[in-house]
């Protein structure tokens, strides 16, 4: 079965240091793999997107790799601040339709 | 480009009552989504809007729930009867047009309590 998968413990890094969040996947073959913020109570906020032929993304402090032989994305925060503080998805399109599928996200904390 | 709101921000409802929620996205785009997260649990797809007509709908979007955007504008999920577990944040999602790629943008959401 198609399944994706994220650290579902939540992980504590200590301010200034690199976070590091993994999503794995299985029976896939996307075209895009999707990065989103998210904060209790309010909807996925996107942050970047990987193409299957693109190696690496970068935006400000924020770097994406995206394996599609290992299945697997990684996802960095650089000098991480507690406002960093949030629960990150991964997601994949399913197909061509534009439909995402989403993992269960990592909790991210970021201690002063 | 701006997100889509939401409304109502919560709705408290009786077990077997329909409800409807409502999205109002810019009416200049075409593809547009809904998607639940019951508390705790990951975000699931439930259908896709393209064009004025479903494109894509999931096992959970069965005939208990429709889509329509009456006007142009507004864009409304219907829960006919609903049920306990029926109990989650629903958010609507808006494609960006730039590009052909997918990151979508979503609404605040609407939280629905079923009692």
């Known amino acids: 079965s198609q399944k994706i998968e994220q650290n579902s413990e939540a992980l504590n890094i200590q301010e200034g240091k690199t976070a590091t969040l993994t999503c794995n996947y299985t029976n896939y073959s996307p075209a895009y793999l999707q990065w989103y913020r998210q904060d209790p109570g309010r909807g996925p906020v996107f942050l970047l997107l990987?193409?299957?032929n693109e190696k690496e993304k970068r935006k400000e402090r924020l770097k994406v790799t995206f394996d599609t032989t290992l299945k697997q994305s990684l996802f960095h925060i650089t000098a991480s601040q507690p406002a960093d503080s949030a629960t990150y998805l991964c997601?994949?399109?399913?197909?061509?339709?534009?439909?995402?599928?989403w993992g269960a996200g990592t909790k991210l904390i970021i201690k002063p | 480009e701006p997100e889509v709101t939401q409304t109502p921000s919560h709705q408290v409802t009786q077990m077997g009552q329909e409800v409807i929620l409502r999205c109002v996205p810019i009416s200049n785009h075409l593809y547009f989504y809904w998607y639940r997260q019951i508390l705790g649990q990951k975000v699931e797809f439930l259908v896709s809007?393209?064009?004025?007509?479903?494109?894509?709908k999931s096992e959970i979007f069965d005939d208990q729930f429709s889509v329509e955007r009456p006007d142009g504008s507004n864009f409304t999920l219907k829960i006919r009867s609903t049920k306990l577990e029926d109990s989650a944040m629903y958010f609507c999602a808006r494609r960006t047009s730039v590009g052909g790629s997918n990151e979508q943008f979503f609404g605040p959401g609407t939280r629905l309590t079923v009692l």
């Open positions: 990987i193409r299957e």
């Open positions: 997601a994949l399109e399913k197909d061509s339709n534009y439909q995402l599928i």
């Open positions: 809007f393209y064009n004025n007509e479903i494109s894509e």
